[in-house]
């Protein structure tokens, strides 16, 4: 179970301690155990459950607690008695504390009822206190309770009732304890982490809070003033925040958002004379509105909200704040003037100038005049000024709504992002300055750039298109010539390993040669005289083709007038119609009887298509296109030739040149595999070749690639060519991978000494005849983690074996490395391979065959199939019989290695071989990674044993810490602590430090500087 985040204070015994505010980060909490903390000392009286059941409950009351992950796994580590004890001390606790006060549903009942009395005028004093009374006991169960209290609390949706009770409360309520009891209560539910994300995440519940500033009760402004302050320093919290002061602005019907806060700023008379706390609280809300969210990086948001406050008289309010003589009241305002100060230096060196009086207008306007001069926004920004003189200047009516609206478009466009996001939720809403912008400019400007734009990502992919095309061309001639030069290097070395026997041989060969000569003279001689006598070759057959039964009647056929679709039949050769049906049948009388123009009509080979054309004459015209294929067939052709996007002469000199320009991709060779002009194709093509004009695409590509000689042949060979290196590459890893693992189990010490170690285990752990064993089968390998141990069957004969090895034989467990082919071995399919390279054998005979055709025939003008090949081919050749040799090599390691280990060979394939191997080595693996854990395991216990020791010896101090909690000793919480920082002022302590610092040497670099000086501050 993940560990969570404490969340609330006073539950287990620990102590939260706020701490690191010397940062400019957001503080962290962070958590110590106190020194005091304490086991109950007792006897539990149940019987401890099993671990794992004893795991459960233990990780349901840690859950409880909500612990921080540390102390969650110091609690983890506390050894089962332990577990056991601290579980019965903490249920036997809340058994005793058990009542309906206890539940939150009692609480919630109490809120609706209290809620439903909306007035005070009615009650005695005594039911006033009480109910405040329950209030405040709802703030300590909150604080106090388990964690699946707050959880409960929050599931039965408490906080709700809370917020309804803030806003139904008259004013009697409002100004009562009672008040100040319910913000206490939110308070408490945010010193909880599940709380403080509820509170967080309800839509109100902020607005409903910043509500309550409208009360004249003073602990209820600071209190409330310290919960938004604090949730500023939260990230996502400081949005919130203005939004709820908005939202206050409506409730109290202000003319600013932060108005109030002024007032009670500046407020010195009756009860807010020496009220020092809600200035105090004031002046830190302040400080986190404008340097957190936004306000951390952003100049310009922070000058922005800082002249809201400006503009609503804070300055000469903060001058008369200190003559209160207070320390803390006085770091937040040494924080406030001195952030201000640094904000306008840097505001001051963007316009070159030491200081900037913000309060004189003419200052201000000689800077945006000196700004903007001589620039092309000069023009507009009179235009500004010029159209401020139009508008109405009257004190009555709306006049100052049309100066807000100028004043928040202006802050629209300095605070907005590249995004339009506004960090401020006050200004215009729905109003994007990045888009205004956009419309404004020239339309006409923006068609041509898009023109433009068009034109060169058009030129830009006809380029792109020329520049793969080179790329692929370059790609597939270096390839060549690297196949090329590899292939001459080993001919070379093969060439010369060979010479030195062909001089050993030259001689006899010779010698051998001449007897032969002699023998098949003599031999001919006698083969000619026999074959001459022979009776049969005076007996000359008929030539081929002349007529072997009675003549036949020639047909007389009628003709189409136009082309008709081919009826795709098989003839019967006119040699075997003697004795057959046909003798009798005669189709010239079918002739007679149907309807031929029907038929014609009916299946005219024509495909008639209505072309549009610009005037009303052509428009009438019609296009017959002539079509005597199959139609599925030119359809799926049609599609083909639209993907390659080559002319038919295009495509002719691929075919011719063996594609030198890398038009044809691999994959269209393969679909061009597949629409060869058939026989019956060729023939009706030929019919109407007179046509040719008139014919449709598939039929035109059909006829013209018919025309070339060979024409499947050199397809098929070109393919073959393209696919050759591929090929290759895939199986040279096949057969280097059973090379290199065979050489690997044959040479690897480690896995001798390996095997030796387990024949020793399995001769002295077997009797009879199972044992006494000189060798085993290395399937026998996959059989060792199938014995268990007698004393803990978590552990196998492997695990033993595992760390037999590391302490006995270190050396051993590095026959991993020795064997890294076996799992690239064990994936080889040895049918598969040879069948593959039977394929490349049977290709490359055919593309010699090819080749030795087309050189016995005269080449046509550019056909380039004679020397590609034949260049093709001796690398080609060389390569397979590299690869062949290296299989044959393979294979014979591949049995010394099968018969190494006692194998039979005839049975034994690598897949299986190697697999026994391999999966022996990731058991092995897995094994050696159990063997770790149990040992980190062991270590983790006697950590945990360390641990108890030391809680022992703190026992008495312990007691005293348990007894101190039972008496309502609370610590608070993390979020008491964020508070607490901010009332103080700590957490501005760094920002503080780093300015005074800043501030001191610019002071010690001049003397003369003109910048308002920083009184007042108490350095």
Known sequence: MAPRKRGGGGRGGLSFIFCCFNSSDHPEITYRLREDFALQAMEPALPMPGYDELDGMFSELVDELDLTEKHREAMFALPAEKKWQIYCSKKKEQEENKSATSWPEYYIDQLNSMAARTTLLALEKEDEEERNKTIES?????????????????????????????KSMDYETTESQIHTSLIGCIKALMNNSQGRAHVLSHSESINIIAQSLATENIKTKVAVLEIMGAVCLVPGGHKKILQAMLHYQRFACERTRFQTLINDLDRSTGRYRD???????IMSFINAVLSQGAGETSVEFRIHLRYEFLMLGIQPVIDKLRSHENSTLDRHLDYFEMLRNEDELALSKRFESVHIDTKSATQVFDLIRKKMNHTEAYPHFMSVLHHCLLMPHKRSGNTVQYWLLLDRI?????????????????????????????????????????????????????????????????????QEKEDMMQTLNKMKEKLEKESHEHKNVKQQVAELTARLHELSTVRLVVAFTNLYNHPTVRSIPPPPGAPLGPSLKKKNIPQPSNALKSFNWAKLAENKLEGTVWMDVDDAKVFKILDLDDIEKTFSAYQRQQKEAEDDTLSSKKVKELSVIDGRRAQNCNILLSRLKLSNEEMKRAILTMDEQEDLPKDMLEQLLKFVPEKSDVDLLEEHKHELDRMAKPDRFLYEMSRINHYQQRLQSLYFKKKFAERIAEMKPKVEALTKASKEILHSRNLKQLLEVVLAFGNFMNKGQRGNAYGFKVSSLNKIADTKSSIDKNITLLHYLITILEKKYPKVLMFQEDLQNVSEAAKVNMTELEKDIGNLRSGLKSVESELEYQKKRPQELGDKFVSVVSQFITVASFSFSDV???????KELFLRAVKHFGEDASKMQPDEFFGIFDQFLQSFSEAQQENENMRKRKE????????????????EKER???????????????FDDLVSALRSGEVFDKDLSKMKRNRKRINSQTTDSRERPVTKLNF
């Open 138 to 166: 709802l703030k300590t169960a909150l604080r106090t309770q388990p964690m699946r209290f707050v959880t409960r609390f929050i599931d039965l949706d408490g906080l709700t009732c809370i917020l309804n009770f803030l």
């Open 275 to 281: 009220e020092v706390n809600l200035k105090t609280a």
């Open 410 to 478: 202006v802050q629209q466009m300095v605070l907005q992002n590249d995004k339009g996001h506004d960090p401020d939720v006050t200004p215009l809403e729905n109003f994007n300055v990045k888009n205004v912008v956009r419309m404004l400019v020239n339309e006409n400007e923006v068609k041509q750039w898009k023109e433009q734009a068009e034109k060169m990502r058009k030129e830009h992919h006809e380029l792109q298109q020329k520049f793969d095309k080179k790329e692929r061309e370059c790609d597939a001639k270096t």
């Open 884 to 890: 062949e040799d290296s299989l044959t090599e393979a």
């Open 940 to 955: 983790e216990e006697e950590r945990r044993a360390k641990m108890e020791a030391q809680l022992k010896e703190q026992r």
């Open 960 to 974: 005293k810490a348990r007894k101190a909690k039972a008496n309502g000793e609370d610590d608070g919480g993390e």
